[in-house]
C-alpha cells in the first residue's frame, strides 16, 4: 500500500485469498477430472468433495473478513458522528456510504454525511466528495 493514500489509489485488493481461491479452483477441476477418469474411485470422491469443502471455506473466510470489518467501521463511524452530534445520520445511512465516509476528516465528516443522505450518495461519490482524505491502511 502507498505511504500516501488518496481516492486514485486507495482500492486494497489483496492477493493472497485471490491466490488461495484460484489453487482450490484448480484442486477442484483436477479432482473432477480424475472423478471422471476412475468415477467408481472412493478417493476420487473424497478428493472432490475435499476440494468443495476448501473453496467453500475460502470463499467463507474473506467474506467473514469483510462483514467483520464493515461491524467496526460501522463502530467507527457511530462513534465519529455522535462526537459530531449527528448519531442520528447512522440510521439514515447504508453501511457502504459508511464504509466511504469513513474516509473524510471530521471536519467535513458531518455536512458529507448530511449531503450523503439528501442526494443519497453511492460510495464512489463519497469518496470522490472527500477533500481531506483520512487513509485507511489497516483494512484487510
Not at 505511504?3 to 484460484?22: C, D, G
Not at 461491524?71 to 458522528?81: A, K, N, Y
Not at 449527528?86 to 474516509?103: G, I, K, N, P, Y
Amino acid at each position: 500500500m502507498p505511504e500516501t493514500q488518496h481516492y486514485a489509489n486507495h482500492p486494497h485488493r489483496p492477493t493472497s485469498w485471490l491466490i488461495t481461491a484460484l489453487l482450490s479452483v484448480c484442486a477442484l477441476v483436477l479432482s473432477v477430472l480424475l472423478l471422471l477418469r476412475v468415477p467408481r474411485s472412493v478417493n476420487a470422491l473424497a478428493l472432490l468433495l475435499l476440494c468443495l469443502a476448501v473453496v467453500g471455506l475460502v470463499l467463507m473466510i474473506r467474506r467473514y473478513a469483510t462483514r467483520l470489518q464493515d461491524r467496526i467501521i460501522r463502530l467507527e463511524m457511530r462513534v465519529r458522528l455522535a462526537a459530531l452530534g449527528r448519531e442520528h445520520d447512522m440510521a439514515r445511512l447504508s453501511t457502504r456510504q459508511l464504509v466511504a465516509l469513513r474516509f473524510a476528516s471530521d471536519a467535513e465528516l458531518a455536512a458529507l454525511a448530511e449531503r450523503a443522505v439528501r442526494e443519497n450518495m453511492t460510495p464512489d461519490q463519497i469518496k470522490r466528495a472527500v477533500t481531506n482524505w483520512q487513509p485507511d491502511l489497516m483494512r484487510t
